[in-house]
């Protein structure tokens, strides 16, 4: 591989790809390389930065994946579930490494990422923030300490465009609470409530979801007994931070062949027992 990382972003035109092309372009050892956008949209052949909003890259925005192969090292990939499939297959075949930023995938879709790392290596995670995922391991400890004890209930907000609900983030901290107290969470999840629900169920796991304004992303677990609460709660309040996530896990799965690895592997939190 060359010195220099050449890194590919999909969906450069979307909120999170124009901050990923600023966030590749500030970095170090990394250069936007090729950038795409879909079929139809008005910015094909418009140049990366340009959209990004920091100056010309010399990148054009193209219509498909596949018009760039062999231009980059690595993708970085923040659009829809479809899409990311699509980019995905290609990716497997040519061989390049992928950090895949997309939410909402579907549990096959999510097997077809797994398969995928039997070719190639990948970082895939709903959230890509250092302090969620340092929040990812509070929890853990937080539901070991109280879990059987207390209710557990996740709350979270995002902007009005975003179209996936409860958010990535927010399932995968249910997953990981779920984990630590020997919970399946297709069990015990309960998603909003309305009605004559009857007395809360001290087993379950409830979410509750608010799309409002222009909200980057907030997450708020709540351990709650009878007099006492312990709240965890992550306030993202800039893309970039996702952004330099991504760039980081860009830059960490370069020098792998293949696997699929996640934020705590990046981060080295995996290693801390
Ligand atoms: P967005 O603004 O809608 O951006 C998605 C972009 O992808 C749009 O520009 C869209 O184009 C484009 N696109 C659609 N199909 C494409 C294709 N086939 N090829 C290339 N580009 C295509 O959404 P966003 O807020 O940036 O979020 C994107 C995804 O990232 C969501 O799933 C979101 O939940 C996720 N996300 C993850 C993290 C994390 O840390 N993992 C953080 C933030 C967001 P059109 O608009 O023209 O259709």
């Not at 991504?246 to 990046?266: I, N, P, S, T, Y």
Request: glycine share 12%; charged share 25%; proline share 2%.
């Amino acid at each position: 591989m060359a010195d220099e990382i050449r890194v590919a972003v999909a969906g450069a035109g979307g909120r999170m790809g124009r901050t990923l092309v600023n966030a590749v372009h500030q970095t170090d050892g990394l250069a936007v390389s090729a950038a795409t956008e879909q079929t139809e949209s008005g910015l094909l052949g418009v140049d990366a930065g340009d959209v990004a909003g920091i100056g010309p890259l010399g990148v054009a925005i193209r219509s498909d994946l596949d018009e760039v192969l062999g231009e980059f090292d690595v993708l970085i990939d923040f659009t829809t579930p479809d899409a990311t499939m699509h980019n995905l297959r290609l990716c497997r075949d040519a061989r390049a490494r992928t950090v895949i930023g997309t939410t909402g995938l579907s549990p096959s879709q999510r097997e077809a990422v797994s398969e995928a790392a039997i070719d190639i290596a990948l970082v895939y995670a709903p959230n890509m923030s250092v302090g969620v995922n340092l929040c990812f391991k509070l929890l853990e400890t937080a539901a070991r300490v109280m879990g059987d004890d207390v209710d557990i209930e996740i709350v979270e907000a995002h902007h009005r465009h975003k179209v996936d609900a409860p958010s990535g983030t927010a399932l995968r901290m249910g997953e990981v609470i779920a984990d630590a107290l020997g919970r399946d969470l297709n069990q015990v999840a309960v998603y909003g409530r309305q009605g004559h629900t009857g007395p809360r169920e001290r087993q379950t796991i409830g979410f509750e979801t608010i799309r409002a304004g222009d909200t980057v992303g907030e997450h708020t677990v709540w351990f709650a007994a009878d007099g006492e609460r312990v709240e965890i709660t992550h306030r993202a309040s800039s893309r970039m931070t996702f952004a330099r996530g991504a760039v980081r896990a860009a830059k960490w799965v370069a020098g792998l062949e293949r696997g699929q690895f996640d934020m705590q592997d990046v981060l080295g939190l995996n290693d801390q027992g």
